[in-house]
């Protein structure tokens, strides 16, 4: 099972960015696949999954209503579409793996590498 994050940068105050995750090695469709982030000085934070076997999501409520996220099975790919961006989600984001629906990190055995995502004017 491999994971691959892509897709930060630099954005100000109230932009968009997307985050794609892309999978291989493995039948995505099978799995749950998180989006967690880790600011400087503080713990990793599980922000939105999605369940590939039955299309079910969640967000954290710091991002609800904010962050999107979804696949494209062609691709074996998850994105998180993150906008109304704010200084606070500035942070190493990271997609992972697990047969379990949930925003814990300790249930993800399969983590891909960072990207980093820094808003600010």
């Known amino acids: 099972v491999q994971l691959q994050a892509f897709g930060g940068g630099l954005v100000q105050p109230g932009g968009s960015l997307r985050l794609s995750c892309e999978g291989s090695?493995?039948?995505?469709?099978?799995?749950?696949i998180g989006w967690f982030r880790q600011a400087p000085g503080k713990e990793r934070e599980g922000v939105s999954y999605?369940?590939?076997?039955?299309?079910?999501?969640d967000y954290a409520a710091s991002v609800k209503g904010r962050f999107t996220i979804s696949r494209d099975n062609a691709k074996n790919t998850v994105y998180l579409q993150m906008n109304s961006l704010k200084p606070e989600d500035t942070a190493v984001y990271y997609c992972?793996?697990?047969?379990?629906?949930?925003?814990?990190?300790?249930?993800?055995?399969?983590w891909g590498q960072g990207t980093l995502v820094t808003v600010s004017s």
């Open positions: 992972a793996g697990s047969l379990l629906s949930t925003l814990s990190s300790a249930d993800y055995p399969y």
């Open positions: 090695g493995f039948d995505m469709d099978y799995y749950v």
């Open positions: 999605l369940s590939n076997s039955d299309g079910s999501t």
